[in-house]
């Protein structure tokens, strides 16, 4: 265990105020994204909440086996998957995905049109432009709630690709071709947005 | 020979480093015979680093002071 997260747990044992806003403002929205993801939006925040009592009662006997975060998201995946055990509902994998557009290649497999670099193309230019901000901002929430979690995990926050497989209980090769998903999104809307300025 | 299509089906995959290594070198060598798809697997790291530039959030309307609050007035209830 890193030598910070010891000490931030032990304040939190200890009842320290500053400790328990530092950690729901870091993780609460993680852990929202992953809930969403398993259990769905009607019961996301509940399940939220359940987790975090749990792992304030669990935190003493928290081993460190893994990083807090990645802690809290196995708590928070586990009440999701027993609330929607017990509300008999299933979230699809699949939902409001579009394949790789079959009419951008020819029979043989090439693009028809080039591909050219992009006029806005760093992530510091990209970033300049507010519209585009808000239209990948609002590209990302659009996002199925599977998509949007593997994509926060993975891209946004650094979880290993076993972890994020484990935390919303999919096999590895789902789990990639959700991210996989999600990022053809983000880049289809930066590239429209491209195309048309 | 891998093809366009290929690339775009593989990107992420190719990007994240998680293909065999024959499959990554039959794309690698795509790549190198490519402009097109060079461009469009920039484009997509540019996507990516884009993203983590502005790290969008799940929106939430918690409010999230009165939640740790709560929180560690349920931690004091324990002790």
């Given amino acids: 265990m890193r030598k910070d997260e010891r000490q ?27 809930a969403r993801a398993i259990a769905g939006n009607v019961f996301a925040d509940d399940v939220v909440q359940d987790a975090w009592i749990s792992a304030i009662k669990a935190l003493p006997k928290f081993e460190g086996r893994s990083s807090l975060k990645t802690w809290l998201l196995h ?22 995905w579009e394949s790789v557009a079959a009419d951008k290649f020819d029979q043989r497999g090439h693009r028809y049109d080039d591909v050219y670099t992009w006029d ?60 996989h998903r999600a990022r053809t999104t983000i880049h289809h809307c930066i590239e429209q947005y491209q195309d048309n300025h | 020979m891998r093809q366009c299509k290929d690339i775009a089906e593989e990107a992420s995959n190719y990007i994240n480093g998680d293909l065999p290594f024959a499959e990554r070198m039959g794309l690698f060598f795509h790549l190198v015979l490519c402009k097109c798809c060079r461009n469009y697997l920039q484009q997509i790291r540019q996507s990516i680093s884009t993203l983590a530039m502005i790290k969008p959030q799940e929106q939430s309307s918690i409010d999230k002071d009165e939640l740790a609050k709560q929180l560690h007035d349920l931690c004091h209830k324990h002790d």
């Fill in chain 1, 75 to 96: 708590i928070v995946s586990n009440g999701a998957k027993t609330r929607i055990r017990r509300e008999s509902r299933s979230i699809s994998l699949d939902d409001g």
């Fill in chain 1, 120 to 179: 806005i193309a760093t992530p510091d230019a990209l970033l300049a432009n507010e519209q585009l901000q808000a239209i990948i901002e609002a590209a990302f929430q659009q996002l199925p709630a599977m998509q949007r979690a593997a994509l926060t995990m993975y891209d946004l926050e650094g979880i290993k690709m076993n972890d994020i497989c484990n935390i919303l209980d999919i096999s590895s090769s789902n789990a990639r071709v959700l991210l």
């Fill in chain 1, 8 to 34: 931030l747990i032990q304040q939190l044992i200890s009842g320290d105020q500053q400790a328990f806003t530092l950690v729901v403002s870091d993780y609460h929205n993680i852990m929202l994204s992953v």
